[in-house]
């Protein structure tokens, strides 16, 4: 019986080679710095990566707390109902639907025909009226030269009765000198009378000839007032022939055109829809985001309808008072029970430049509003 250990009967090492350790011993022997050695890449990869995420979540902490953003949002602008301010018929409509146009471009053009008749009307009034102020000037020239004769024939009537009473005067004494009959002096009496007669109807013609003055002068300023009417009727006229054109009122696009070709519009029928080109973001924020909203803060606006673009643009005003209380029926709190809900408050954006895109109201946006 063969009574060697297993070390007995373990095969020497061969010369130059180091016998190999047991298992359990190299398991042993490895401590886990060797295992961090053996594993340098990958250990540095994962530390590198732990730092770059704990960095990027404080980044992201850091802007993510100054920004108070909200997602009832939407494009908003000033649309323009178009609709006639005359009656007439339509005889061109030179746009089409979603027509990019500028301001001025005539949108719509009715029938002018009686409209045009009507300025020539107004303008042949102010013409006759400005004749009538012509005429009246004339009489009134005229007048004041019937007056200027009235008193220079009343001057002379009263020289003449001023000689006649002198004559008067000295036949009388030479009848009764003896020096003149009786009938000289009669004579030179009823010369008197007649002067005196003459004086008075002279004296009459000059007082009613310049009581004439005020009557013509009345009647200039009536000719002046029917000039102006006259005036203010053409200028009715030439507006109502210009409304015959409609036209953009700022640079647009037109919307929902229902003017045609050879339809009737009435005063007041809307023949289409305009959206300016000058467009907002009004957004709906919560009353509790609004403690550091300012006025001036920059945003950056994201359009739904265009993915990963970021437009720059900041708060223009906040509305004074929460969206409910100007709806068309208001929360009326002190009747029923009542349950607290946070308020949205509209908040007016807008662009620091105007987007380079097609915009329209209604479309949706998240804006995110820079408070820090």
Do not use: C
């Not at 500028?102 to 020539?120: N, S």
């Not at 012509?134 to 008193?151: G, M, T, Y």
């Not at 020096?179 to 009496?189: D, F, I, L, S, W």
């Not at 900041?314 to 029970?337: I, K, R, Y």
């Amino acid at each position: 019986m063969d009574q060697r250990t297993d070390n007995e009967r373990r095969p020497d090492t061969a010369p130059g080679r180091e016998a190999k350790p047991a298992i359990g011993e190299a398991r042993k022997s490895r401590s886990w710095l060797d295992a961090l050695r053996a594993r340098r890449r990958m250990v540095l990869v994962v530390a590198a990566l732990i730092i770059v995420a704990l960095i990027a979540l404080a980044v992201w902490w850091v802007n993510a707390s100054g920004y108070e953003t909200t997602d009832d949002a939407f494009i908003d602008a000033r649309t323009v109902s178009i609709s006639s301010q005359v009656s007439a018929a339509i005889v061109d409509v030179p746009v089409t639907d979603n027509q990019l146009v500028e301001a001025g471009a005539v949108l719509v053009r009715l029938d002018d025909r009686d409209y045009t008749a009507q300025v020539d009307q107004a303008k042949a009034q102010v013409d006759q009226s400005k004749a009538n102020i012509a005429n009246s000037d004339a009489q009134l020239a005229a007048q004041q030269a019937r007056i200027e004769q009235a008193d220079k024939q009343s001057a002379q009537s009263k020289a003449a009765l001023e000689f006649a009473q002198q004559e008067d005067e000295r036949y009388q004494r030479l009848v009764k000198t003896g020096t003149a009959t009786v009938e000289q002096a009669q004579q030179y009496g009823s010369n008197l009378l007649q002067a005196q007669a003459a004086y008075a109807a002279a004296q009459a013609n000059a007082i009613a000839t310049e009581k004439q003055l005020p009557v013509l002068e009345a009647q200039r300023r009536l000719a002046a007032a029917q000039l102006e009417q006259a005036r203010a009727a053409q200028e009715q006229a030439e507006a109502n022939l210009s409304r015959t054109v409609v036209t953009a009122p700022v640079a647009g696009r037109v919307v929902r055109l229902t003017a045609a070709k050879g339809n009737y519009a009435a005063v007041g029928q809307a023949l289409l829809m305009f959206v300016p080109r000058q467009v907002w973001v009004t957004a709906n924020f919560k009353e509790t985001q609004l403690k550091q909203v300012r006025p001036g803060s920059a945003v950056d606006i994201r359009i739904d309808a265009y993915p990963g673009r970021v437009f720059k643009g900041h708060v223009d005003s906040v509305q004074a008072g929460s969206g409910t209380a100007f709806s068309l029926l208001p929360a009326e709190n002190a009747t029923g029970n009542y349950v607290k809900i946070v308020q949205r408050v509209p908040v007016k954006i807008v662009f620091d430049q105007q987007p380079d895109v097609l915009l329209g109201p209604g479309m949706s946006v998240v804006p995110s509003v820079k408070t820090k």
